[in-house]
């Protein structure tokens, strides 16, 4: 395993450095897909599957263990978390894939994820935390129809009476009200009339799995991964939580680079956005196809009478606009990364989650850093057995280089010291660009950096 995941770090970090389009992945550290965004507290809570680095080659193989979270304010950096949950939290699960599209929801100070787990059915855990830990509080699945496997992508619906809904499914959509502890069904379960397959015409919802139903301004919206292959994302809409629903057409319409999508949509600071996924940074390394999928994010804009304008695909959607800029004068995460080439993330009892498998040549930038006035010097929180160094620069990694730190040998990668360096002073808004370089081999691991004035 470690050397498969070598030579894949190798291979990105030469692909990726011609690799630029307008709409890019937002997490380049591990492979995404299946986006479940939820606003808490002001905060963006980006939860995802998570496509294993050595899923073989072929549409279809999915190596899926477990899901990730990323958080943000800005919408453009994006700090990650790690793994939040796992298909070994359910002690029934009697496979090691299928960790599919799962989606959370808060009730009542606690949060609610419901996760596919392929051939098992649809589990649930709980949390008194977006953060986790969760726990299966039943011990069994929530739903799981075993005649037939469609029993994938939940999405869950509150409505404004209080009354929760759950819909999945692929090729069939189904759903089911959900009692108010969120961990048990009401009644039976419904296979709903929006997949019209009637013989001898199309599909006229284009429906096929992955839906994400929501209530924008009294109406409600059931959007899905539609028209299969490739895949768009479509979506209808109706006057009440299990329809009749209304095809309306495309958010985003299908394009043969990539096989698939999937929806997540939120209204957030008073700009709604859709997330999804695609290919590119698989075919950046490879032109083979691997089930290796980058969740993606763009504003979208509603009409007068609630019907969603059309997008292009991923590369051609404008690049979304940062909220706030980054304060440099706190303690940054290192892992708060708008866009890295050759990284990885990993996790340790003592300082949590850590940017690793630091290589020279490799990078990250966190956008929108705001200097005020100027800053003197910077430090950095790193462990290294080879030492390195770190080139300070602003905009990109050829971008203008404002200070150069030294790392040192620390005896041990998860041997922590603080380094410092002096830096030329600069001032106002700037995209802050840490360029590693050093020896062939790994150079140091990073946990947090900061700047004093």
Not at 269 to 285: C, H, M, P, T
Not at 384 to 393: F, K
Request: hydrophobic share 35%.
């Amino acid at each position: 395993m470690k050397n498969i995941k070598r030579i894949f770090t190798l291979m990105l970090v030469v692909s990726l450095t011609a690799f630029a389009t307008a709409q890019r992945p937002i997490v380049q550290t591990s492979f995404t897909a299946d986006p479940a965004p939820m606003v808490y507290n002001d905060t963006v809570f980006l939860y995802t599957s998570h496509d294993e680095d050595d899923a073989p080659a072929g549409q279809g193989q999915f190596r899926m263990k477990n899901w990730l979270l990323y958080t943000s304010t800005d919408m453009v950096n994006w700090t990650d978390h790690g793994v939040v949950a796992s298909l070994t939290d359910f002690s029934w699960m009697t496979r090691d894939n299928g960790a599919w599209a799962l989606e959370v929801i808060e009730r009542n100070g606690k949060f609610y994820m419901y996760c596919p787990l392929h051939g098992n059915g649809i589990g649930v855990l709980v949390s008194d935390s977006p953060y986790g830990p969760f726990v299966d509080p039943i011990g069994k699945p929530i739903v799981w129809q075993k005649e037939h496997w469609e029993d994938i992508d939940p999405t869950v619906l509150i409505d404004d009476d209080g009354q929760a809904w759950m819909y999945w499914g692929n090729p069939n959509l189904y759903y089911v009200k959900l009692n108010e502890d969120m961990i048990s069904i009401s009644g039976q379960i419904i296979k709903d009339p929006l997949v019209r397959k009637v013989e001898g015409q199309a599909n006229p919802y284009h429906y096929q799995e992955g839906p994400w139903v929501y209530k924008r301004e009294g109406r409600y919206y059931m959007a899905y991964a539609s028209t299969c292959c490739p895949e768009g994302i479509g979506y209808a809409m109706a006057d009440s939580p299990i329809g009749p629903w209304e095809f309306k057409g495309y958010i985003m319409p299908p394009d043969r680079r990539a096989t698939g999508n999937h929806p997540g949509i939120i209204d957030y600071k008073g700009r709604s956005y859709v997330f999804g996924f695609n290919f590119s940074l698989n075919f950046a390394i490879t032109d083979q196809h691997h089930e290796r999928r980058s969740v993606c994010v763009a504003e979208i804009t509603y009409n007068p009478d609630g019907t969603i304008r059309e997008l292009p695909w991923w590369a051609e959607v404008k690049e979304v606009e940062q909220f706030q800029s980054i304060n440099p004068y706190q303690r940054i995460e290192a892992e708060t990364i708008s866009w890295s080439e050759g990284l990885k993330t990993a996790r340790s009892a003592a300082v949590g989650m850590y940017v690793t498998q630091s290589h020279a040549g490799d990078y990250f930038i966190v956008k929108g850093v705001d200097f005020g006035e100027g800053a003197s010097s910077f430090e950095i929180s790193a462990a290294s057995i080879t030492g390195g160094e770190i080139e300070i620069r602003l905009g990109g990694p050829e971008g203008r280089q404002i200070g150069i730190c030294d790392i040192s040998n620390t005896i041990a990668l998860n041997f922590w010291k603080t380094f410092i360096a002096r830096v030329d002073r600069v001032e106002g808004v700037h995209d802050l660009c840490l360029v590693f370089r050093g020896g062939r081999n790994e150079l140091f691991n990073l946990d947090y950096w900061k700047f004093s004035k």
